[in-house]
């Protein structure tokens, strides 16, 4: 296992936005993401527990930022967590993942080796 998404020692992204989405991708609305783990935001939107405070943490992000992290909802997670990646849909690097390491004191990620997927 040598190609290990730096993903999974990283985690800055859960622990530095709001992470929001439509309130239809709850559980209780048909979606996939349990209830009790969001907070209503607006009448058509919902975020991740923790996401809106200050500093924000995401309550389903498991571990220590920079260290060593997993998604306790990692198959039921939201759209947006799902679209959020190292990279952007054209293959550059995306800038918003580089701000959330960087206050972290996490370097920008390296792309000197293949990569083979994400996983926060
Ligand atoms: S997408 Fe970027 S900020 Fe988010 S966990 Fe992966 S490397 Fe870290
Ligand atoms: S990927 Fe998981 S831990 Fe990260 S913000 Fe989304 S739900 Fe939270």
Same mark, same amino acid.
């Given at each position: 296992?040598?190609?290990?998404? %730096?993903?999974? /020692? ?6 530095? =936005? &709001? ?23 607006? /009448? ?10 200050? %500093? %924000? &943490? ?18 039921? &997670?939201? /759209?947006?967590?799902?679209? =959020? ?21 996490? %370097?920008?990620? /390296? =792309?000197?080796?293949? &990569? ?5």
């Amino acid at each position: 296992m040598s190609h290990e998404s %730096p993903c999974l /020692s990283c985690g800055a992204c859960c622990a530095h =936005f &709001r992470v929001s989405f439509y309130w239809g991708e709850c559980q209780s609305t048909g979606g996939t993401v349990p209830d009790e783990l969001t907070l209503q935001i607006s /009448s058509h939107h919902a975020c991740m527990k923790g996401t809106q405070s200050n %500093p %924000p &943490r995401c309550v389903a992000l498991v571990g220590e930022v920079g260290t060593r992290v997993s998604c306790s909802i990692y198959e039921n &997670r939201s /759209s947006t967590c799902r679209e =959020f990646d190292i990279l952007n849909e054209d293959g550059s690097a995306n800038e918003a993942c580089t701000r959330a390491r960087a206050l972290h004191g996490l %370097p920008p990620v /390296s =792309f000197d080796n293949d &990569r083979e997927d994400s996983a926060a």
